[in-house]
């Protein structure tokens, strides 16, 4: 059974391989802004710009480009001025949806939000309706080929300051607090293992979707990662391995 993290694992991949690598430029340049506006632009002491640069170097962006994105964020040259916004929303299947985007523009933002879900049979929910659900994490992933012992990594990672470990699918998942993500990651990093640590938002209990409510669900899920405006989509949906392999090949994913 398999849920939003191997969706989220998937479009990341494919955003990073093909044609919508623009896209994920203009994403991270965005978050590379705020994470330096709101906590400074030294990534020793701002976990959030560590994260974010580290996936603009894994998505191949050049250095000029983190480096400019950052002064735009310290206020050391000029550019438009992004805001974070969470928005919560409901989705086929009753999946409970934490959209975060950086916008320039939030009117514009939430409508093309409404007109999204709505199309696809979501809707947008009051604030905290929704938020419930969901929890900040840091959020470390291995993948599966590079531990021999799991009981080994485990307690490397506990012993640093990991909260809990995800092992039932690949990659195997470390969640610790925001602040001490990149601790965790020096750690493993340190060990010989190869890791991506972000902070994002983990659900404390999921939904399982079937049939049509999936189908709705995974084409909603691909209409708001393809806005600008929309940095990361959380959700708690559980669906079967077999049936989301069928649906992304027949969304071309």
Known sequence: MSGHNKWANIKHRKMAQDAKRSQLFTKLIRELIVAAREGGGNPDTNPRLRAAIERAKEASMPKENIERAIKRGTGEIEGAE??????????PGGVALYIRALTDNKNRTAQEL?????????????PGAVGWVFERKGI???????????????????????????????????????????????????????????IGYVPKNTVRVTGKDAERLLTLLNALEDMDDVQEVFSNFEMDDAEMEALLAQLGQ
């Not at 992004?82 to 989705?91: D, K, P, S, T, W």
């Open 82 to 91: 992004f805001q974070e916004i969470i928005y919560e929303a409901y989705a």
């Open 114 to 126: 409404r007109h999204i879900l709505s199309r696809h049979g979501g809707s947008l929910a009051e």
């Open 140 to 198: 470390i992933q291995v993948p599966r080929e590079q531990v021999a012992n799991v009981e080994e990594l485990m307690m490397m990672a506990i012993d640093a300051g990991a909260e809990d470990i995800k092992d039932e699918e690949d990659p195997i998942r470390i969640l610790t607090s925001p602040e001490d993500v990149m601790k965790v990651k020096d750690t493993l990093e340190a060990s010989g293992y190869k890791v991506e640590a972000t």
